[in-house]
C-alpha cells in the first residue's frame, strides 16, 4: 500500500512538476533514477539470459542435426 502512495505522489509530481517544489523535483527524480538503474539492471539479465539460452539452443540443434545426417 505504501508503495502505491508513493507511485501516486511521483505521478502528481511530474504532472505538476513546474509549480511543485525543488524538494519535490529532488524526491521525483530519485525516485526515477533508481527505476532507471532497477529497469537497466534486469535488461541486461534477461539479455545475458537470452544470448545463453540461443547459445544452448544452437549447440543442442548442431548435434541433433548431426544424428540426422544433416
Known amino acids: 500500500m505504501e508503495n502505491n502512495i508513493e507511485t501516486n505522489k511521483i505521478v502528481e509530481i511530474i ?18 533514477n533508481e527505476d532507471f538503474e532497477k529497469t537497466k539492471n534486469v535488461v541486461l539479465k534477461m539479455t545475458k539470459h537470452l ?5 544452448t539452443y544452437n549447440s543442442l540443434l548442431k548435434e541433433y542435426n548431426s544424428r540426422n545426417g544433416r
Open 15 to 32: 504532472t505538476e512538476y513546474k509549480v511543485r517544489p525543488k524538494k519535490d523535483l529532488e524526491f521525483a527524480m530519485d525516485f526515477i
Open 51 to 55: 544470448d545463453k539460452l540461443e547459445t
